[in-house]
């Protein structure tokens, strides 16, 4: 024998039996004799009307006590798998085809809690009255087909309902399971957000920690430098002194050796004395002036594609770029002399980025150019790590700087220029830009026509646009 669970189904097929795992059972035709001894009423089973009608099942046994009713209900080879069974308060339906039982219960009981079990050829029911009484009859008696048509619909309508209820019920159950998983899901992203900010936050605090130890070590470095310096000046003016005394020493012995030997009186003593002194001290050096001579630049190009004129433009240009100091800083006042040089700063920047640091190669490219907003390599190096960074926006306001400052086009800043140009492209291609990111990159061509790499990027941003795959 197995327990049973209730399994519910409409008879009109829009809601679901009850059916337990093991044992399963489905009813639903009027009209069967009850059991008024509570044993089996020994009727044998009725034969059919013809093949397509089921066959009433009579034969069954029944008994009770004050809170329970014990149906047995012999079926030969039932089983789980063909055995349907549809179960409200006053009505209980059995079909095991060619078999159909079903009873229409005298009393209301409590479906929810009453079981049923299939095995050795007989189902055992079990229900549970809702009130403790004894009851005359297994099924209501006296009672014509109409009245027992509406007990029928009207337990297959409450059991709708309560599918109904239920379905709504593992609705409402499954929203909230998905508005509890948003929720975890936002506060997961939030987490995320918050520890990523947090890295930022600690990379530009080491980066910080790392510049203020660097300058300290340079202050330091000062330090030692002018107090060797200055033991180095000590020493000398020690050696100064005495050679001096020294000096002064031979020559008193000279005046009292020239007083024993040739007594011509003070006259004679002060003439030594002016000589010696003209002769220990060095004549200044006569001033003179140095010619310079440049070395003129030579061109290799014939003179019809010079671009003299230009290449001397780009020079002055440059020449007056490197001029170019900003010194009205308030932040310039606790800086030493060479982080106040935009090319110290540039190399400074450079070094932070091969590290991959880049918030603080950043801030060195933004002092840079606060000290001289005329260099193009300074916009063009910020660029590169806006690109690390995601920051595309920026990276194309860079790169578009450093090509106005990369003017005149020359041979001397080409390389530059197709950096710009690239840097430029890849960031409009980030953003899904792909026609203004394929004019940057055959600009880049223009200027290089034999760089493989960016032919090959070049191809890649056309089969975009033309809507094929890329290769991979």
């Not at 009850?34 to 034969?47: C, F, M, V, Y």
């Not at 009770?64 to 549809?86: M, N």
């Not at 929810?112 to 007989?122: F, H, L, M, Q, V």
């Amino acid at each position: 024998m197995e327990s049973a669970r209730w399994w519910r189904r409409s008879t009109l097929g829009t809601q679901g039996f009850r059916r337990p795992g093991p044992e399963g059972l489905a009813l639903g035709n009027p009209s069967f004799p009850s059991n008024q001894a509570g044993e089996s009423s020994g009727q044998p089973r009725s034969a059919p009307v013809d093949p397509g009608m089921p066959l009433q099942v009579s034969d069954y046994s029944w008994q009770q006590t004050k809170t329970a009713v014990f149906l047995s209900l012999p079926l030969k080879g039932v089983c789980v798998r063909d055995t349907d069974v549809f179960c409200t308060e006053n009505y209980l339906k059995v079909n095991f085809p060619p078999f159909l039982f079903e009873a229409f219960l005298y009393a209301p009981i409590d479906d929810e809690s009453s079981k049923a079990k299939i095995g050795n050829d007989t189902i055992v029911f079990t229900l549970y009255k809702k009130e403790a009484a004894m009851w005359e009859t297994l099924s209501v008696t006296g009672v014509d087909k109409e009245m027992l048509q509406r007990i029928r619909e009207k337990s297959i309508l409450q059991a709708q309902e309560r599918a109904k209820e239920a379905t709504e019920a593992k609705a409402a159950a499954k929203r909230e399971d998905q508005k509890y998983a948003l929720s975890v899901m936002m506060k997961i992203e939030e987490e995320e957000r918050k520890k990523i900010e947090d890295m930022k936050e600690n990379e530009r605090i080491k980066a910080t920690k790392e510049l203020e130890a660097w300058k300290e070590y340079q202050r330091k470095a000062e330090e030692q430098k002018k107090i060797q310096e200055e033991e180095k000046l000590c020493q000398r003016e020690k050696q100064i002194k005495e050679e001096r005394k020294k000096l002064k020493y031979k020559t008193s012995t000279r005046n009292s050796a020239s007083r024993n030997l040739a007594p011509k009186g003070r006259s004679s003593e002060n003439i030594f004395t002016e000589k010696l002194k003209e002769d220990s001290i060095p004549a200044p050096r006569s001033v003179g002036s140095i010619k310079i001579n440049f070395t003129p630049r030579v061109f290799p190009t014939a003179l019809r594609e010079s671009q003299v004129a230009e290449e001397e433009e780009w020079l002055h240009k440059q020449a007056e770029a490197r001029r170019a100091m900003n010194t009205d800083i308030p932040e310039l006042c606790d800086l030493k002399e060479e982080e106040k040089n935009p090319e110290w700063l540039k190399d400074k920047g450079n070094k932070l980025f091969a590290t991959e640091n880049y918030l603080a190669a950043i801030n060195a490219y933004n002092l840079a150019i606060r000290l001289n907003n005329k260099m193009p390599l300074l916009y063009l190096n910020r660029a590169a790590c806006h690109l690390k960074l995601k920051n595309l926006h920026k990276a194309i306001e860079d790169s578009s700087k450093a090509l106005e400052l990369l003017m005149p086009p020359v041979i001397d800043n080409a390389n530059a220029r197709m950096k710009a140009h690239v840097r430029r492209g890849t960031a409009f291609c980030q953003l899904e830009l792909y026609v203004e990111g394929l004019q940057d990159y055959e600009a880049a061509l223009k200027i290089d026509p034999s760089n493989k790499i960016v032919q090959i990027d070049a191809e890649k941003i056309r089969n975009v646009i033309q809507g094929t795959e890329l290769k991979s």
